[in-house]
């Protein structure tokens, strides 16, 4: 059973910062693209940045110059001068491959509150 699991949400002032990690667990051969995903209240899911397993990254316009996402063996989100209109849950998202001949599955991870205060 592939899980993803986040952690580093919170409360956070306007103009802070908060670090999001992601971690996959379970068996399966590889991981393709990663990202992050949100969703405020009454809003459609948006995507917030993503980043392929060679390294290239994309980002909402809202986020460039303020969020950069990461990978390792896990993924990250490192967001600074945090607004308002950041709120939201921040889901992490990962398309994986369980085996070697096997097609791709997305998964996502149960979500993590982020709320920043004006």
């Known amino acids: 059973q592939v899980r993803l699991v986040e952690s580093g949400g919170g409360l956070v002032q306007a103009g802070g910062s908060l670090r999001l990690s992601c971690a996959a667990s379970?068996?399966?051969?590889?991981?393709?693209?990663m990202g992050w995903y949100r969703q405020a209240p009454g809003k459609q899911r948006e995507l917030v940045a993503a980043?392929?397993?060679?390294g290239s990254t994309n980002y909402a316009d809202s986020v460039k110059g303020r969020f950069t996402i990461s990978r390792d063996n896990a993924l990250y989100l490192q967001m600074n001068s945090l607004k308002p209109e950041d709120t939201a849950v921040y889901y992490c998202h990962a398309v994986i491959r369980k085996t070697v001949v096997g097609g791709t599955i997305d998964y996502w991870g149960q979500g993590t509150q982020v709320t920043v205060s004006s």
């Open positions: 379970g068996r399966f051969f590889s991981i393709n693209v």
């Open positions: 980043i392929t397993s060679g």
